[in-house]
């Protein structure tokens, strides 16, 4: 069996100022780890993966997260946060034997000036 | 080219109508997938395909119609749909089905339905 928990619904930070967005896991088999992306009435879009290669994982627009397997982490950070990254985050674990992946229930993230 | 497109865009029709939603990709992908997503939440899995055969129906009901024409193209056809079905239709596709080796599903912007 495989789960996934958002830890935070919402997450507010000032531009400039670095993000956290925290995702923990349950799998059964070695996971493969997402974190993606919506904009507001737009298509989700890949940021990074996890795929039992490297723990650090570089994404897109300066994002990264690191796979911790003895606390089942995934957590996504950037050292300093744009408006334009005020959206929602998803987590996304998948597994071996399981052909659905299973979402986060997401976290939006909001960016004051 | 790593696009998923979808049409319409947005979409509004009655509950008695018929309607399609449309969804092409050209990465040569094998697996294809519809998702619905109301505001706020994640998307939730309606449908799988790969090679072109249905392999995943989570259990939607049947005024939801799936067809997978050929390798690039998944359409959705809509049959007196109700109120409570209007939200953000996505597609996605990957190499092979998500799951085995980790593939990364690719989404398209999605259409969004409003049922009147």
Not at chain 1, 77 to 105: L, N, W
Request: net charge positive.
């Amino acid at each position: 069996a495989q789960s996934v928990t958002q830890l935070d619904s919402h997450v507010s930070v000032s531009e400039g100022t670095p993000v956290l967005l925290r995702c923990n896991y349950s799998s059964s088999y070695s996971p493969s780890l997402f974190w993606y992306v919506q904009h507001p009435n737009k298509g989700l879009q890949l940021l990074l993966k996890y795929t039992s290669a490297a723990t650090l994982v570089k994404g897109i627009n300066g994002f990264e997260a690191e796979f911790k397997k003895s606390e089942t982490s995934f957590h996504l950070t950037k050292p300093s946060a744009h408006m334009s990254d005020a959206a929602e985050y998803f987590c996304v674990v998948s597994q071996g034997g399981s052909y659905i992946p299973t979402f986060g229930r997401g976290t939006s993230l909001i960016v004051h000036p | 080219d790593t696009e998923v497109t979808q049409t319409p865009k947005h979409l509004v029709m009655g509950m008695t109508n018929k309607k399609s939603l449309k969804c092409e990709q050209h990465m040569g992908h094998r697996a294809m997938y519809w998702y619905k997503q109301k505001a706020k939440k994640p998307p939730e899995l309606m449908f799988v395909y790969s090679y072109e055969k249905l392999s995943i129906n989570e259990s939607v009901p049947s005024r939801f119609s799936p067809e997978c024409p050929n390798s690039s193209l998944l359409n959705l056809h809509l049959h007196a749909l109700q109120p409570e079905d209007s939200a953000l239709y996505l597609c996605a596709s990957s190499q092979a089905l998500a799951g085995a080796g980790g593939e990364t599903q690719y989404f398209g912007p999605g259409t969004r339905l409003l049922v009147l």
